[in-house]
């Protein structure tokens, strides 16, 4: 059976963005309320927005599966040289919350990078035109948003930095990353429109900030 894309009709956006907006402020108040148990809930999360990600997408061809691939198995790949070397992001392992693990690494983190990698792509695409630019732009977005979860991960039980903080060169590689992945989607001419990109980026965002805000009051 051949897919039609989008796969959700434009009608649809709407209540999809509205879906997001609800699963956002409930997993505030969830991580807020419930700390112990909440938070293993998250890969629940990851899947309904890479769903709707792929489910707006305005076409997916040969080149765009490549890419996909390559984001979500070099997202893996990195994290599982780096779990097991403490050499690229420092020494840190990872927690229950991500759900099932193959090599120390939850398979989650696989679709995280991709979801990251597709919602900064759309938005440097809207920021620029010039192909290093929007790679530095796409790459700064992608780190951006790692920032954010840091400070958090060890309470929410995602991974745990030796001494407690992510080092420098944890935020070094996500950037180098990332303008790699952005640069190999700029490269294969890769379709950069997704129409929840933005929503699910700063829904994203947003949880974060709101839970790190909550903590830096407490």
Same mark, same amino acid.
Do not use: H
């Given at each position: 059976?051949?897919?039609?894309?989008?796969?959700?009709?434009?009608?649809?956006?709407?209540?999809?963005? *509205?879906?997001?907006?609800?699963?956002?402020?409930?997993?505030?108040?969830?991580?807020?309320?419930?700390?112990?148990?909440?938070?293993?809930?998250?890969?629940?999360?990851?899947?309904?927005?890479?769903?709707?990600?792929?489910? @707006?997408?305005?076409? &997916?061809?040969?080149?765009?599966? =490549?890419?996909?691939?390559?984001?979500? !198995?070099?997202?893996?790949?990195?994290?599982?040289?780096?779990?097991?070397?403490?050499?690229?992001?420092?020494? $840190?392992?990872? +927690?229950?919350?991500? %759900?099932? &693990?193959? %090599?120390? @690494?939850?398979?989650?983190? &696989? /679709?995280?990078?991709?979801?990251? &990698?597709?919602?900064?792509?759309? *938005?440097?695409?809207?920021?620029?035109?010039? !192909?290093?630019?929007?790679?530095?732009?796409?790459?700064?977005?992608?780190?951006?948003?790692?920032?954010?979860?840091?400070?958090?991960?060890?309470?929410?039980?995602?991974? $745990?930095?030796?001494?407690?903080?992510?080092? !420098? =060169?944890?935020?070094?590689?996500?950037? !180098?990353? +990332?303008?790699?992945?952005?640069?190999? %989607?700029?490269?294969?001419?890769?379709?950069? =429109?997704?129409?929840?990109?933005?929503? /699910?980026?700063?829904?994203?965002?947003?949880?974060? *900030?709101?839970?790190?805000?909550?903590?830096?009051?407490?």
């Amino acid at each position: 059976m051949k897919l039609t894309f989008p796969l959700l009709p434009e009608r649809y956006l709407l209540y999809a963005r *509205i879906v997001l907006i609800i699963f956002t402020a409930v997993g505030i108040g969830g991580m807020l309320l419930f700390p112990d148990w909440f938070p293993r809930l998250t890969p629940l999360n990851l899947l309904l927005n890479a769903g709707l990600l792929i489910a @707006v997408l305005p076409g &997916a061809d040969a080149n765009y599966l =490549r890419w996909s691939l390559l984001c979500a !198995v070099a997202g893996f790949g990195i994290e599982l040289m780096g779990v097991r070397t403490g050499v690229i992001f420092g020494k $840190y392992t990872y +927690g229950p919350s991500l %759900g099932f &693990a193959a %090599g120390g @690494v939850p398979l989650m983190i &696989a /679709v995280n990078w991709w979801m990251t &990698a597709v919602c900064a792509f759309a *938005i440097a695409s809207r920021m620029s035109n010039q !192909v290093w630019l929007r790679a530095l732009i796409g790459a700064a977005l992608m780190t951006f948003l790692d920032a954010l979860i840091e400070p958090l991960a060890t309470s929410l039980n995602f991974w $745990y930095f030796e001494g407690g903080l992510a080092p !420098v =060169r944890n935020y070094v590689a996500w950037f !180098v990353m +990332g303008f790699f992945l952005q640069l190999m %989607g700029i490269t294969l001419g890769i379709n950069p =429109r997704n129409a929840l990109a933005v929503t /699910v980026f700063c829904l994203q965002a947003l949880l974060f *900030i709101v839970l790190n805000a909550v903590n830096i009051f407490r």
